[in-house]
């Protein structure tokens, strides 16, 4: 039986209002004071709250300010009685919150009309909720699939790697992997597919399992360009709901120590090594081609570069460094990488320290963006 929680303290209109919806079918429960009309709205979360606006102690506007604060009651229709007919009055109680409104002296059939609106949108609401409730367990499944199919952190002689993902609020595109394609070469990779949602993580998890298979076919894995050629064929937008996705892929001989890669409209590596006067010195792997899956066929640019010992190679998305430091104003790529610097010369064996600095930047308490890095380290 649906529950109405009756909050007056005049007795005459409790007793009108109780007989008229009892007699509906409803369930009532009756408080005298705001007080007490608090704690039975806690106990009971009826779907509907009838509540005076005049009265002693806590009036009918705090008593909604505080039902529509708690997060269990936030579908409960809120409907006040007054006898203030004034556009300035309806204003003050629907910034409050109030959901509906009922003049004095109370016509039962206007009553009875709009207790059944109110129950028709609190059931709506209802719904809603519910639906969120579901996607939101929905997405936070997916999520925790995408960071199940994740790499783990490698620590070999010859080169470590690790890595954060710290996905945003919502389920979000980035992936990453890297394995062994022989006893020497080996495949790394980082990439971003546009927009959010199970939408954007899907074509990711498919780019995953495509590469851990070598699917593609007839590509040449040695060979990063021919790589995002298999990929821009395979994931043309037209045909994956309008999606697009940029991608970093790279592969180091370690015998050679050499480095093959090629970008499809990603943000840039960023290698960083000590030089014989023990200063910092940065090589940018720049964006070598456009996404993939915008056009039919781009030209992906394939280049190959000498790894000096103990120097770090960063991959990242964007998400790392278009965070608001205000309102207006974005951190940015050039102030990351020097970040990066700070990062590498002092603590560069720790990426929690490094997202750190990063969050005590942001603006905001959450990233608007997946976020994430991977550093590999060559020795």
């Known amino acids: 039986m649906t529950q109405i929680l009756i909050i007056d303290d005049d007795e005459t209109i409790q007793f009108l209002l109780n007989k008229t919806l009892s007699r509906s079918g409803y369930e009532i429960i009756l408080a005298s004071d705001g007080k007490d009309g608090l704690a039975k709205a806690i106990k009971f979360r009826p779907a509907m709250i009838i509540c005076d606006w005049l009265m002693p102690e806590i009036d009918g506007l705090e008593v909604c300010r505080q039902v529509k604060a708690i997060p269990q009651l936030s579908t409960t229709f809120f409907l006040l009685l007054t006898s203030r007919g004034t556009v300035e009055d309806r204003v003050e109680g629907l910034d409050a919150g109030s959901d509906d409104f009922l003049c004095k002296p109370i016509e039962m059939h ?64 980035d992936s990453f992997d890297y ?7 080996l495949v790394i990779y980082l990439l971003d597919v546009s927009g959010h949602g199970l939408r954007a993580a899907l074509p990711s998890i498919s780019v995953i399992n495509l590469l851990r298979s070598r699917g593609l076919y007839q590509v040449n894995y040695y060979q ?43 943000p840039p590596g960023i290698l960083l090594f000590f030089d014989d006067q023990g200063q910092i010195q940065k090589q940018v792997f720049k964006n070598t081609g456009l996404p993939i899956g915008m056009f039919p066929e781009p030209k992906f640019q394939e280049i190959e570069i000498k790894v000096p010992r103990l120097s770090s190679l960063y991959l990242f998305s964007d998400g790392i460094y ?37 969050k005590n930047f942001n603006y905001y308490p959450y990233f608007n963006d997946d976020l994430s890095i991977m550093q590999i380290d060559f020795f």
């Open 110 to 173: 206007e009553l009875l009309a709009r207790v059944r609106a109110g129950l028709r949108l609190h059931q709506l609401s209802q719904d809603l909720q519910r639906q969120k409730e579901l996607l939101e367990a929905e997405l936070a499944e997916a999520a925790e699939y995408i960071r199940s199919i994740l790499p783990e952190p490698m620590r070999e002689s010859q080169i470590t790697i690790d890595f954060r993902f710290i996905p945003s609020r919502q389920l979000g595109g």
């Open 179 to 185: 394995f062994w394609l022989d006893d020497e070469h």
């Open 224 to 266: 990063p360009s021919q790589v995002l050629n298999g990929l821009n064929q395979t994931f043309q937008m037209t045909r994956n709901n309008d999606k697009y996705f940029t991608i970093w892929y790279g592969v180091y001989n370690y015998k050679k120590r050499k480095l093959s890669y090629a970008n499809a409209g990603h």
């Open 322 to 358: 278009e965070i608001n430091i205000d309102e207006d104003k974005l951190l940015g790529i050039h102030e990351f990488i020097n970040l990066l610097y700070k990062y590498q010369q002092n603590n560069g064996n720790n990426l929690d320290y490094l997202l750190q600095k990063v």
